[in-house]
């Protein structure tokens, strides 16, 4: 697999010391692994490693859905059974680590993908955790410019600015605030949402300004669609169905569209809820995400806040 960044790993992979380091090296180059999430999740394989090691298993790609199972339900520190959220954390770390080995080329396996785990709530889209956001992320990576990898990982980057999948299907290059280093995307609203601007993140820049790159490099124009090219009405239902299977596809590379309580708008909602979580009141973060109620905006970013 080509990837964007340069390869970290050792000349020769001989044990799973080797390994933890070359997945380590690989995630501090990564723009996409925020410092906070390098460090949660290294702790995290370390101790999966340790595991591995006492059991004489020799390499992560050697490890079975059994020991990934075993790993995800054993204890905390103090002996306790680990909570619901902990259990989900560890598996999106496994889940993390193995798009990690494929990218170094150590193995194209996942044996986490097996790991089963109740919703952690009884919501139909609840928002994603940014270590969640981080995987899907990886796991939406372009190949080539062009590529539909990249197409998905455009719809992506959009849905993370609180864009509508219907809205997605509709936003053209005249839409971006800057097609050479673009931060704001005007977003058109629904029947039932506002029009807004959307803010990308440094992540959805990077795929933004490669997609307008590779799109003005065959003739596009300002009226080019970003990432729809189905031959639907964007912004009606075909062409939302489109979006929302690419956001879906992404989901599900990533190992979370099994989850009951995940779908495509779950990305939105992590974005709404990161707003609220930085300090945003919650009348400006149903603005931001053209709720025109702050029932319906508390209900979409999983607060209670009655």
């Known amino acids: 697999m080509t990837n964007l960044l340069t390869d970290p790993t050792p ?10 380091r070359a997945v380590h090296s690989l995630w501090e180059a990564s723009p ?10 290294s702790e995290t394989v370390a101790r999966f490693a340790k595991r591995l090691h006492g059991s004489g298993t020799g390499s992560f790609a050697e490890a079975t859905p059994q020991q990934c199972t075993d790993f995800v339900h054993s204890r905390t520190r103090d002996g306790r059974e680990p909570q619901l959220t902990t259990k989900h954390a560890r598996r999106v ?18 044996p986490a ?18 270590d969640e956001i981080v995987l899907c992320r990886t796991s939406a990576r372009l190949g080539r410019a062009g590529a539909a990898s990249l197409q998905r990982a455009v719809a992506w980057a959009l849905a993370e600015t609180t864009a509508i999948t219907s809205e997605i299907s509709t936003i053209r290059i005249r839409d971006v605030n800057d097609p050479i280093a673009p931060r704001w995307v005007r977003l058109p609203g629904t029947k039932r949402a506002d029009a807004r601007d959307g803010e990308l993140s440094d992540w959805g820049t990077v795929m933004l300004t490669r997609q307008i790159a590779y799109l003005r490099g065959i003739g596009a124009d300002e009226d080019t669609l970003l990432t729809y090219k189905g031959a639907g009405r964007p912004g009606q239902h075909v062409a939302q169905a489109a979006v929302c299977n690419a956001i879906a596809a992404t989901l599900e590379t990533s190992g979370l569209a099994d989850e009951a309580d995940v779908r495509p708008a779950s990305v939105r909602n ?20 053209g709720h ?12 209670e806040w009655r």
């Open 93 to 110: 770390a496994l889940h993390s680590l193995y798009r990690a080995l494929r990218d170094l080329g150590i193995t194209d396996r996942d």
């Open 113 to 130: 993908i097996d790991v089963s785990l109740p919703p952690r709530t009884t919501r139909s889209a609840r928002p994603l955790t940014d």
């Open 292 to 303: 025109r109620s702050l029932d319906a905006c508390a209900e979409d970013v999983a607060l």
């Open 11 to 20: 000349a020769v992979i001989r044990d799973l010391d080797d390994e933890v």
């Open 270 to 289: 992590w974005a709404g809820r990161r707003l609220y979580d930085n300090g945003m009141p919650l009348e400006e973060v149903a603005r931001r995400m």
């Open 32 to 41: 996409e692994v925020a410092e906070q999430t390098r460090l949660w999740a």
